[in-house]
Nanobody, 123 residues
Framework: QVQLVESGGGLVQAGGSLSLSCAASGRTFSTDTMSWFRQAPGKEREFVGG???????TYADSVKGRFTISRDNAKNTVYLQMNSLKSEDTAVYYC?????????????????WGQGTQVTVSS
């Protein structure tokens, strides 16, 4: 059974930092593309950033320069380091995985999803 489990969410003040983890199990994700998405109340789920197996990354403009994605293939884990957090970063954050090396911002391209973790930034 394939599972993605996010952790590390919580409450943080604006300007602060938070680190999320996504642990994968049930298959080897080392050659997969892993991405982070987020969904705020009343809004559609949106792409935050992603990382290819080669560790090449892509970020949404809204988080570029503030968020960093990394992966540890030996641990089947991907990370999202979030700095200089803003109130508009408040959302449920989801980890997603897809087979192959292409990195898409389209949620429909992803095969596996975690359950999400809440991030709340207070202003």
């Amino acid at each position: 059974q394939v599972q993605l489990v996010e952790s590390g969410g919580g409450l943080v003040q604006a300007g602060g930092s938070l680190s999320l983890s996504c642990a994968a199990s049930g298959r080897t994700f080392s050659t997969d593309t892993m991405s982070w998405f987020r969904q705020a109340p009343g809004k559609e789920r949106e792409f935050v950033g992603g990382i290819k197996w080669s560790s090449s990354t892509t970020y949404a403009d809204s988080v570029k320069g503030r968020f960093t994605i990394s992966r540890d293939n030996a641990k089947n884990t991907v990370y999202l380091q979030m700095n200089s957090l803003k109130s508009e970063d408040t959302a449920v954050y989801y980890c997603a995985a897809r087979s192959g090396s292409r990195l898409y911002e389209d949620i429909k391209k992803y095969d596996y999803w975690g359950q999400g973790t809440q991030v709340t930034v207070s202003s």
